[in-house]
């Protein structure tokens, strides 16, 4: 693993707790498969690569335990959990209907709409296509903002809050479906789509595009492997 040290990588930032900078920064590696399902470390060997004591290690570590991301092992160190994929499905079944009801309200011009945010999407999404973006990485970050600037635009911050929650836990996932470029021409044609219906307001129209674009991921994430998992972590290394 190679992993920033923490003045390093919070230098910029805003001061937060030597617990919470390990704790972004072990979630970090994660999310961008430095640290992949199965992998075994000790408090020991990131204390000494973050350098920092073993207090805020062992504070974040049962934190990322509590998030469902890493177990303790007796006597032998930590363990990044597998993937629960059960979990997975109902996550992206919640996000649906999250997502559905702040493009319904969008469509129908509930109160609050923030309509410059639909605006900065366009700017995005309906482009030409020689003028999409070809970095992989790049777009799985950008569609992970269109989801949530959607929902954020229909001006209920309470759905925006608990989206941002399922969001948060699926973030490893979605960025595995993003090392397939096919996969990236596709997310640009359906954001495209949905985003067009949802400035004509075309509410049920709207919706039905946006279930089977969350459908089509969701399928993609059926078939990820272990194998997949050790592909995208050589590829980011590489990258």
């Known amino acids: 693993m190679n992993v920033n040290s923490i003045d390093h990588a919070t230098s910029k930032a805003p001061r937060l707790t030597r617990a919470e900078d390990v704790y972004q920064l ?32 062992r504070q974040a570590l049962f934190r990322l335990q ?8 007796f006597r032998s160190g930590w363990r ?5 994929f059960d979990q997975f499905e109902q996550l992206y079944d919640l996000r649906q209907v999250l997502e559905s009801e702040a493009v319904r309200r969008l469509c129908t011009g509930a109160p609050h709409i923030d309509r410059q945010l639909l605006d900065d999407l366009a700017d995005i999404w309906l482009v030409a296509p020689e003028a999409r ?3 992989m990485a790049q777009v799985g970050v950008w569609d992970e903002a269109f989801h949530c600037t959607l929902v954020q635009a229909a001006g209920n911050a309470e759905i925006a809050r608990v989206h941002r929650e399922v969001t948060d836990r699926i973030r ?5 479906d993003f090392t397939k470029r096919p996969r990236v021409d596709a ?23 946006l279930s089977a674009h969350i459908a089509a991921s969701q399928a993609e994430v059926r078939k990820i492997t272990l194998h997949e998992i050790h592909l995208a972590r050589q590829a980011h290394a590489t990258g």
């Open 187 to 209: 997310t640009y044609d359906e954001h495209a789509r949905i985003l067009r219906a949802v400035m004509a307001q075309r509410a049920d129209e709207a919706c039905r595009l």
């Open 80 to 84: 990044v959990l597998p993937f629960d």
């Open 26 to 57: 072990l979630k970090r590696d994660i999310a961008e498969f430095r640290l992949v399902p199965g992998d075994r470390f000790t408090e020991g060997e990131i204390s000494e690569r973050l350098g920092v004591s073993r207090t805020p290690v």
């Open 172 to 176: 490893i996932i979605r960025r595995l």
């Open 66 to 73: 509590q998030e469902g991301y890493v177990e303790v092992l």
């Open 133 to 135: 973006s070809t970095d």
